[in-house]
C-alpha cells in the first residue's frame, strides 16, 4: 500500500493526499473503503483540486459528440468511440443529487435532458452500452458521497465561462451543439464543484475548507 509505504518510510508520519479532478473522487472513495482507525493513522490532510464531486455538463458533450479538447484536425466522432469507452468517464456525470432536476442541461427539438435524465440520454446519444455500467455501478457511487472525517481542502477555480447547457438544434448528436455558459473552471460546473459544502454542511466530525481561485481554469489550476 503507497499509503502505509509513505508513512512508514518517514517515521510513521500520517501523510497528505493530493488529488487534480476525477482523482478525488477516487481518493473519497479510497478514504472511504477502509475503516475510520485506518484513516485516522495514516491520513493528516486530503487536498483535492478542482474535483468535480457532481460531475459536469461537459461530458455530456464528449459522450454526445466527441471532444477534441481543441487539437485542431481531429474527428470528433473518432474520439467520441474512446471517450466512451473509458467506463471512469461516467463518473462525471451529472449528479442527479447536486444537479437541480429542473435545470435543463441538454435540450433537443424533441426533449430536455436533466441531470435526472441520463438513461434516457445514453440511449438517445447510440450509447446505449453505457447504461448498464451506469445504472449498476456509476449511480450506487453518486448516492453515496460520504464525508470521510478526515481534513480537507478544496481548491477550485471560478469566473471561467463553463458550458452549462448544450442544444442540438437539430437534434442531431453528430453535430457540434451551441452552448450556454455558467460559472466555473471552464471545465466543472460551480454547482458541482461546491457540492460537498452543501452536502456535509451538518457532519460535525468533517473539517472542510474550500479555497476558491478567480479566472483559473481547471487545468491551470
Not at 161 to 170: H, I
Not at 192 to 197: F, I
Not at 198 to 213: A, F, M, R
Amino acid at each position: 500500500n503507497l499509503i502505509e509505504e509513505a508513512s512508514n518510510s518517514n517515521g510513521g508520519k500520517p501523510v497528505i493526499l493530493v488529488s487534480h479532478s476525477l482523482g478525488g473522487l477516487f481518493v473519497l472513495e479510497l478514504l472511504n473503503r477502509n475503516p475510520s482507525s485506518w484513516r485516522k493513522k495514516f491520513i493528516k490532510h486530503f487536498i483535492a483540486l478542482s474535483a468535480p464531486w457532481g460531475g459536469t455538463v461537459d461530458i455530456m458533450f464528449t459522450f454526445a459528440s466527441g471532444n477534441t479538447l481543441g487539437v485542431p484536425l481531429v474527428n470528433p466522432l473518432i474520439v467520441r468511440n474512446e471517450q466512451r469507452s473509458s467506463e471512469s468517464n461516467l463518473w462525471l456525470m451529472p449528479n442527479p443529487k447536486m444537479f437541480d432536476a429542473k435545470k435543463s442541461l441538454v435540450t433537443t427539438p424533441s426533449r430536455k435532458y436533466s441531470a435526472h435524465d441520463m438513461v434516457d440520454f445514453l440511449k438517445d446519444i447510440g450509447f446505449s452500452e453505457g447504461v448498464y455500467p451506469y445504472e449498476t455501478r456509476i449511480l450506487p457511487l453518486m448516492a453515496k458521497i460520504e464525508a470521510p472525517e478526515v481534513n480537507m481542502t478544496c481548491i477550485v477555480g471560478k469566473g471561467v465561462k463553463t458550458p452549462e447547457e448544450l442544444f442540438y438544434r437539430n437534434g442531431d448528436f453528430d453535430e457540434p451543439p451551441e452552448f450556454s455558459y455558467g460559472d466555473g473552471d471552464g471545465t466543472v460546473n460551480m454547482v458541482s464543484l461546491l457540492a460537498l459544502e452543501k452536502l456535509w454542511k451538518d457532519e460535525k466530525n468533517q473539517y472542510l475548507k474550500v479555497i476558491k481561485i478567480g479566472g483559473v481554469s481547471h487545468t491551470s489550476i
